[in-house]
């Protein structure tokens, strides 16, 4: 047996005499420098010269060395109902460039009937489901002749189905579209049931690894060497964090300058042009004050980042000049109900700055014991370096604490609704109300102008804090890093999975639904726009043109051949459609060929060596006779009908 790809090659952009590759010559058909070529059109046979390279190549590799002839018998499958047309370029293909001395002609779905009918000889009945590689064919046989009148075709075969399967995996893996190729899909399709493995998932999700070259592992170092790695990462993440201090440095200083020339438009006294600028403005900016609070505060932080940069000590904050309260000498009686509102608002702005005094000299002592903590944390490295390691730890993990905290309690105040902005609220109340316990009723909060000065209270970027805090653990974790191997192990490990990339996992296609929905193609064809009919109402068509009785002595017989008889589970859906189609209670029959793709080559191979040969076979003399579309019918073949004689005047 001699099996190989049905078409040939040659190098795309060579002359005539560039060498034409053949079949198993053919190392990779999805190269693109190849114009391949296929003697078929569907199913037929159209390139009569691409036939004569493909037998050629036949007849050189089954040993055939006779000179100038093939001297032996041919059997040769043809497509059902082929054209006289086609079959006599045949015959004048073998009878006069090969001098054959007989040719018998058979249909390659009724050779692997043969081959697995038990006395095919006999006047038997059977209905053949034939799915080929580019068509599908519902042949009924009738007294052991095929009846042609009442045989369909699908245009839909292995064909299509590798194609389907392709576009569907070059949609689900877009990276590999290349990758994906047709050679490919039908080697998936073909080998598809012979990958399996252990878990559940694996029993129904097949894998189907493409080439790939794996990489060199990078885990093979020395301890030196990843010494070396890990003073590189902590040199890097160290210039990272210096280019985002010079990089938030230069923002804060095109901000500041922006600020600052609107602010000089109001000391040119140009109150108009002002209020342009301050309007359009990123920052809804309502008054000056506000103006030159956020230029107080951009000037603080840029000054504590040069400092940072430069690596001293940052300069003390300087409380901006002091505002004047001037309504809260003056007793309520003497003032409008405006200036009341506004004496409310005054003291509440009062208490808030000297809070913030007060707590900008807590944060300077605070600032002075972290120095002296600083230091005596350097003795304590060098004296007892494991409980130095422990301690930082522990001061990195409180900071994370209280950033957790105040970012949770940040939303809460934002929000109206939430116990913690209503407890501020109630302590702004108290403010405004001087301390006093007398009970009144209490409206601070309802007027949105309120809720105007608890915003300046505690202002969204107000965040000098919480700055010093992101620093000083990003200090805390950059030591960590130099000086705790198993640091860095955590923090990836506080990640999530692993992040390593898996490459082989990246080249390998996992086959799930496409399992079931390519043999779907088979019974819907308008999955893919092609209006005809699925092989089970095909098949019920061709039932109902015969009567009663004979429906029930065909469907006794019905026959499955072709490649695509071999998904799984295949037979069990024709069985489940013809149940449903064939009337309540009545029997049938479905098998399978033995072997779908070869039962036709076994069939035809088997009537070769029958003696009835001679008697089916059209010899030299009789295809001079009768022309080269003459056909002596046989169990296997087509029925012949001759061409009709034009009428001449």
């Known amino acids: 047996m001699l099996t190989f790809k049905n078409y040939t090659a040659k190098q795309r952009g060579k002359k005539q005499e560039s060498e034409v590759l053949i079949g198993n010559e053919i190392n990779n058909a999805e190269i693109v420098k190849w114009v391949l070529r296929t003697q078929f059109d569907r199913n037929l046979v159209t390139l009569y010269d691409v036939e004569e390279q493909v037998l050629d190549y036949i007849f050189a590799h089954l040993g055939i060395n006779t000179e100038g002839c093939?001297?032996?018998?041919?059997?040769?499958?043809e497509a059902i109902c082929n054209p006289n047309y086609c079959r006599q370029q045949m015959s004048e293909l073998l009878f006069e460039c090969y001098h054959v001395p007989q040719v018998s002609f058979g249909v390659d779905a009724m050779f692997s009937w043969y081959r697995n009918h038990?006395?095919?000889?006999?006047?038997?009945?059977?209905?053949?489901?034939?799915?080929?590689?580019?068509?599908?064919?519902?042949?009924?046989?009738?007294?052991?002749?095929?009846?042609?009148?009442?045989?369909?075709?699908i245009n839909l075969g292995g064909a299509q189905l590798d194609a389907f399967m392709q576009r569907l995996l070059q949609l689900k893996y877009p990276g590999h579209m290349a990758a994906v190729s047709?050679?490919?899909?039908?080697?998936?399709?073909?080998?598809?049931?012979?990958?399996?493995?252990?878990?559940?998932?694996?029993?129904?999700?097949?894998?189907i690894q493409l080439p790939y070259n794996a990489a060199v592992s990078g885990n093979q170092l020395s301890a030196d060497q990843m010494k070396e790695r890990r003073e590189q990462q902590i040199k890097r993440l160290k210039e990272a964090n210096a280019k985002r201090r010079l990089e938030k440095l230069q923002s804060d200083e095109e901000k500041l300058q922006e600020l600052m020339s609107v602010q000089e438009l109001l000391e040119d006294e140009d109150e108009e042009a002002f209020n342009r600028a301050l309007q359009?403005?990123?920052?809804d900016y309502s008054s000056a004050e506000e103006l030159q609070d956020d230029i107080n505060k951009l000037t603080v932080s840029i000054q504590r980042l040069k400092a940072k940069i430069m690596g001293t000590e940052p300069p003390a904050v300087e409380e901006s000049k002091a505002?004047?309260?001037?309504?809260?000498?003056?007793?309520?009686?003497?003032?409008?109900?405006?200036?009341?509102?506004?004496?409310?608002?005054?003291r509440i702005l009062k208490n808030a700055r000297e809070g913030r005094i007060k707590a900008q000299a807590i944060q300077r002592e605070k600032q002075?014991?972290?120095r002296e903590e600083e230091r005596r944390l350097e003795l304590k490295r060098k004296s007892n370096f494991v409980g130095w390691l422990q301690e930082v730890r522990n001061r990195r993990q409180k900071l994370l604490e209280m950033r957790n905290n105040r970012k949770q309690r940040k939303a809460d105040m934002a929000k109206r609704r939430t116990l913690a902005s209503q407890q501020r609220m109630k302590i702004i109340t108290q403010l405004a109300g001087g301390g006093s316990k007398k009970k009144k009723e209490d409206t601070f909060g309802q007027d949105d102008a309120d809720w105007d000065v608890y915003k300046e209270i505690h202002p969204q970027n107000a965040d000098s804090d919480s700055d010093a805090e992101e620093d000083k653990l990003e200090e805390l974790e950059t030591l960590l890093r130099e000086h705790d191997p198993e640091f860095q192990k955590e923090m990836?490990?506080?990640?999530?999975?692993?992040?390593?990339?898996?490459?082989?996992?990246?080249?390998?296609?996992?086959?799930?639904?496409?399992?079931?929905?390519?043999?779907?193609?088979?019974?819907?064809?308008?999955?893919?726009?092609?209006?005809?009919?699925?092989?089970?109402?095909?098949?019920?068509?061709?039932i109902k043109k015969y009567q009663?009785?004979?429906?029930?002595?065909?469907?006794?017989?019905?026959?499955?051949?072709?490649?695509?008889?071999?998904?799984?589970?295949?037979?069990?859906?024709?069985?489940?459609?013809?149940?449903?189609?064939?009337?309540?209670?009545?029997?049938?029959?479905?098998?399978?060929?033995?072997?779908?793709?070869?039962?036709?080559?076994?069939?035809?191979?088997?009537?070769?060596?029958?003696?009835?040969?001679?008697?089916?076979?059209?010899?030299?003399?009789?295809y001079e006779e009768k022309g080269g579309e003459y056909l002596k019918e046989n169990v296997t073949s087509n029925r012949y009908i001759p061409t009709p004689v034009t009428a001449t005047k």
Not at 126 to 151: A, E, F, N, W
Not at 280 to 283: C, D, E, G, S, V
Request: hydrophobic share 35%; aromatic share 8%; with cysteine.
């Open 548 to 622: 009663p009785d004979v429906q029930n002595r065909i469907v006794q017989d019905v026959f499955l051949t072709g490649g695509c008889a071999m998904f799984d589970r295949f037979k069990e859906r024709l069985e489940k459609d013809l149940l449903e189609l064939r009337p309540f209670k009545s029997k049938f029959n479905l098998s399978v060929a033995n072997n779908p793709i070869l039962d036709a080559w076994y069939g035809a191979r088997q009537w070769a060596l029958s003696p009835t040969l001679p008697i089916y076979s059209v010899t030299k003399e009789e």
């Open 118 to 153: 038990p006395s095919p000889k006999d006047k038997c009945d059977s209905l053949v489901l034939s799915c080929g590689y580019q068509t599908t064919h519902i042949l009924p046989v009738l007294d052991g002749r095929m009846d042609p009148k009442h045989c369909r075709r």
């Open 492 to 542: 990836d490990a506080s990640m999530g999975p692993s992040t390593e990339f898996d490459i082989a996992e990246y080249y390998r296609l996992h086959l799930a639904i496409e399992k079931i929905r390519v043999p779907e193609l088979l019974f819907q064809p308008s999955m893919i726009g092609i209006e005809q009919a699925g092989i089970s109402e095909a098949m019920d068509f061709v």
């Open 368 to 370: 002075q014991r972290e």
């Open 182 to 207: 047709l050679g490919r899909a039908e080697i998936i399709q073909s080998e598809l049931e012979e990958w399996t493995s252990d878990t559940y998932y694996d029993d129904n999700v097949h894998k």
């Open 323 to 346: 505002p004047v309260y001037d309504l809260l000498d003056i007793p309520d009686d003497q003032l409008t109900t405006d200036q009341l509102s506004a004496k409310k608002r005054q």
């Open 280 to 283: 359009a403005l990123p920052h």
């Open 70 to 77: 093939v001297q032996h018998p041919v059997v040769m499958t």
